[in-house]
């Protein structure tokens, strides 16, 4: 059984930090590319932040400079640094995990944590 659990979530002020964590289990994690994104009500889930099996990054553009993912995968664990966070980076963040190969793909999400940035 795939489990992707993430972690890490909360309430901060304009200004602070937050790390969120998403452990993995049930899969190879270190052939999966892992991601980040996240949902207001109302509004598309979005991409945050993905990093490859090799270890290429990408960002949206709304948190380019601010945001950092990485991967342990002796830990099987992705992690989102968030740093100088604004009030329009409150949503529920996802996790997710991607595996393609041929016409095969696996696609597993988390069950996602809030992250609120108000004073």
């Known amino acids: 059984q795939v489990q992707l659990v993430e972690s890490g979530g909360g309430l901060v002020q304009p200004g602070g930090s937050l790390r969120l964590s998403c452990a993995a289990s049930?899969?190879?994690?270190?052939?999966?590319?892992m991601g980040w994104y996240r949902q207001d009500p109302g509004k598309q889930r979005e991409l945050v932040a993905s990093?490859?099996?090799?270890?290429?990054?990408n960002y949206a553009d709304s948190v380019k400079g601010r945001f950092t993912i990485s991967r342990d995968n002796a830990k099987n664990t992705v992690y989102l640094q968030m740093n100088s966070l604004k009030p329009e980076d409150t949503a529920v963040y996802y996790c997710n995990a991607v595996y393609e190969l041929g016409v095969r793909k696996s696609n597993y999400w988390g069950q996602g944590t809030q992250v609120t940035v108000s004073s």
């Open positions: 049930g899969i190879i994690f270190s052939i999966y590319a």
């Open positions: 990093i490859t099996s090799g270890g290429s990054r």
